[in-house]
């Protein structure tokens, strides 16, 4: 009779986290302290910082792999945006952000992450969902530079209109506008530059 095998060692889980999150373009000054892994995975302290120091000393002794301007053909979404987006077909749906949608382990599950990841995915889908008042201008926003960006109409580096210009081509609220660019940058579609406005990618 074979035994069961053995589970993974909370180390192992702790450094695979953190290489979804590297692979998702977290600066290296946002990673999780020692302290926040021992919370995310209920595990002691010196165990998070084992976790963090072997993951740390693999990270330096391996290759630069990032792909060259013109090998890059396909640009891989880190597995928590395609989890917000999933809640936000869910919300379009009819589901509400208070009920109905899945838990953390359910999209844990369903995206193949880790449960920390799927966590920081509803969090962030949460705290976003507050959301504008006008939510059919905020959607409509949303497409409308997305389907430029699309077209060719809009390229990278071509600087977006204002929240304000926005709210007056969509007759709809700044904030709303502004909302709506929030959640561009948050896909990584825009990028923004403090003083300087807002681009496409």
Same mark, same amino acid.
């Given at each position: 009779?074979t035994s069961?095998?053995?589970?993974?060692?909370?180390?192992?889980?702790?450094?695979?986290?953190?290489?979804? %999150?590297?692979?998702?373009?977290?600066?290296?000054?946002?990673?999780?302290?020692?302290?926040?892994?021992?919370?995310?995975?209920?595990?002691?302290?010196?165990?998070?910082?084992?976790?963090?120091?072997?993951?740390?000393?693999?990270?330096?002794? =391996?290759?630069?792999?990032?792909?060259?301007?013109?090998?890059?053909?396909?640009?891989?979404?880190?597995?928590?945006?395609?989890? *917000?987006?999933? %809640?936000?077909?869910?919300?379009?749906?009819?589901?509400?952000?208070?009920?109905?949608?899945?838990?953390?382990?359910? %999209?844990?599950?369903?995206?193949?992450?880790?449960?920390?990841?799927?966590?920081?995915? %509803?969090?962030?889908?949460?705290?976003?969902? +507050?959301?504008?008042?006008?939510?059919? *201008?905020?959607?409509?926003?949303?497409?409308?530079?997305? +389907? =430029?960006?699309?077209?060719?109409?809009?390229?990278?580096?071509?600087?977006?209109?204002?929240?304000?210009?926005?709210?007056?081509?969509?007759?709809?609220?700044?904030?709303t506008a502004?909302?709506?660019?929030?959640?561009?940058?948050?896909? =990584?579609?825009?990028?923004?530059? =403090?003083?300087?406005?807002?681009?496409?990618?």
């Amino acid at each position: 009779m074979t035994s069961p095998p053995a589970p993974e060692p909370l180390y192992r889980q702790i450094m695979r986290r953190l290489d979804e %999150l590297a692979a998702s373009d977290q600066p290296p000054d946002r990673l999780p302290t020692a302290r926040q892994l021992a919370a995310d995975h209920d595990c002691s302290l010196p165990t998070a910082r084992l976790a963090l120091q072997r993951w740390k000393t693999r990270r330096r002794l =391996q290759p630069d792999t990032t792909p060259t301007t013109s090998s890059r053909t396909v640009e891989v979404v880190p597995v928590y945006q395609r989890i *917000m987006r999933r %809640l936000d077909e869910l919300a379009a749906s009819g589901h509400r952000a208070s009920d109905g949608l899945p838990t953390a382990s359910q %999209l844990a599950q369903e995206f193949g992450c880790s449960l920390p990841t799927a966590k920081q995915a %509803l969090r962030r889908w949460r705290a976003r969902a +507050t959301s504008p008042t006008d939510t059919s *201008m905020y959607r409509s926003i949303i497409r409308g530079i997305e +389907t =430029q960006i699309a077209s060719g109409a809009l390229r990278p580096g071509d600087r977006l209109p204002t929240p304000e210009q926005l709210a007056r081509d969509y007759n709809c609220s700044p904030a709303t506008a502004r909302q709506a660019i929030e959640r561009l940058q948050a896909d =990584q579609i825009i990028t923004g530059h =403090q003083g300087r406005g807002t681009y496409v990618r």
